[in-house]
């Protein structure tokens, strides 16, 4: 697997391998070797590709699916020699609520009892302040449910539970418009609970990456090509090889006219690839 040092909310990971990440990381791998098939065909690329992304998922297969109360549930760190953190999740993305986003050949029965531990009182960064719920992150104050981790439960849910959805809503609409700045915020705190959300403290008011989380996995995935292809291809060639300058040479045209002292010949411009 690849080692990390922060989460994806910037705090201190307890773990070196952050289980999320290395999902998303194998993922964004396979999604490396079609757009090499489609555009470079570069075969040492796909190959070095294949091999990491299959040793990634064998480390996450072997050290990242741990037992938890009789059941098998995903740890969202591990060491790779017994030291584990499980029951605890980051609101941002990639996260282990975010598993079915990420593009990787999950197991659903695993990720069920994971994503019930999670969106449980077991998970310290679990909190319900008033009628509001939902993930939050040592990152921001102690209390504040992060609206992005919020929508990653939505978009996860796979429908049924209509009254959570709509709070969900509630809850994001209401951070958007009470926030003053019309962006979704990185914390929300319910200050007074009750039946209706009647007062809300908001920390980074301008987390703008809320707006655009349809966008998120497409663009973490372009970071992901990027940086790990251009990684596996620094000892042979370039991603995409600059083309070769462009010179322009002048030839007499290849037809034959009539001599004619008057007549200048036209002079025409050839495009030609330097091989220089």
């Keep these: ?26 993922a964004s791998l396979r999604h490396l070797i079609d ?4 555009l470079w065909n570069h075969h040492a690329l796909s190959l070095d590709a294949a091999r990491l992304a299959a040793a990634i998922q064998q480390g996450i297969e072997t050290h990242g699916v741990v ?59 679990f909190v319900v302040q008033g009628n509001v ?38 809850t994001v609409w209401l951070s958007w418009w009470w926030g003053g700045c019309g962006c979704v915020d990185v914390g929300v705190w319910v200050c007074l609970g009750g039946v ?16 655009v989380f349809e966008l998120f996995d497409w663009c973490l995935s372009c970071i992901w090509v990027c940086v790990v292809g251009r990684a596996l291809v620094l000892h042979s ?4 090889p600059p083309p070769p300058p462009l010179t322009t040479t002048t030839t007499p045209p290849t037809h034959t006219t009539p001599h004619n002292p008057h007549h200048t010949a036209p002079q025409h411009a050839v495009w030609q690839w330097s091989h220089a």
Excluded at 35 to 38: D, K, P, Q, R, S
Excluded at 196 to 211: E, H, I, K, S, T
């Design 1 to 26: 697997m690849i080692w990390g040092g922060f989460r994806p909310s910037d705090d201190p990971q307890t773990y070196g391998y952050n289980i999320p990440a290395n999902m998303f990381a194998m």
């Design 35 to 38: 757009l090499n098939t489609a």
């Design 67 to 125: 037992n938890h109360n009789g059941q098998r549930v995903y740890a969202y760190e591990v060491d790779g020699l017994g030291g584990v953190l499980v029951g605890t999740d980051d609101p941002n993305v990639p996260s282990l609520l975010a598993i079915p986003l990420l593009g990787y050949p999950y197991d659903a029965t695993v990720y069920a009892a994971t994503r019930a531990l999670v969106l449980s009182k077991e998970n310290d960064y």
């Design 133 to 170: 719920s939902g993930l939050a992150s040592k990152h921001t104050p102690t209390g504040y449910v992060w609206p992005l981790g919020l929508m990653t439960e939505a978009l996860t849910m796979g429908g049924g539970d209509v009254e959570r959805q709509v709070q969900i809503v509630r």
């Design 196 to 211: 209706r959300l009647c007062c809300f403290c908001f920390c980074l008011v301008w987390f703008v990456c809320c707006l």
């Design 237 to 240: 060639v370039p991603l995409i």
